[in-house]
């Protein structure tokens, strides 16, 4: 069973800059989809930013483009998103998660598409 711990939320100006870190462990499989994605209250979760582990392709949704970064460090099966130039509509519960194989990347997914998740953490973005 995949689990994933996040942390690195917070607070900070618009701007500002915050870097996100989910550890996983009970990878079993080849590779994995991992991806990070934040929800609203009222609203449904969206995705952000995607990484393949098999290859480290990666895929970024319209949403935060250009102003975030995912990435893999595979010896310590921790994902990161760095994300820049935060802005106040970035305000939302961030949320990691990992998809087993058969999955596929390079499209907006939905929640549930993924099915492993972190318990989210708290990015305010102030102005």
């Known amino acids: 069973e995949v689990q994933l711990v996040e942390s690195g939320g917070g607070s900070v100006q618009a701007g500002g800059s915050l870097r996100l870190s989910c550890a996983a462990s009970?990878?079993?499989?080849?590779?994995?989809?991992i991806g990070w994605f934040r929800q609203v209250p009222g609203k449904v979760r969206e995705g952000i930013a995607f990484?393949?582990?098999?290859?480290?392709?990666?895929y970024y949704t319209e949403r935060m483009k250009g102003r975030c970064t995912i990435s893999f460090e595979s010896a310590k099966n921790t994902m990161f998103l760095e994300m820049n130039s935060l802005k106040p509509e970035d305000t939302a519960v961030y949320y990691c998660?990992?998809?087993?194989?058969?999955?596929?990347?390079?499209?907006?997914?939905?929640?549930?598409?993924?099915?492993?998740w972190g318990q989210g953490t708290q990015v305010t973005v102030s102005s």
């Open positions: 998660a990992a998809a087993h194989p058969p999955y596929r990347l390079g499209y907006d997914p939905l929640e549930y598409d993924y099915d492993s």
């Open positions: 990484l393949d582990t098999k290859d480290g392709t990666t």
């Open positions: 009970g990878f079993s499989e080849d590779s994995y989809a």
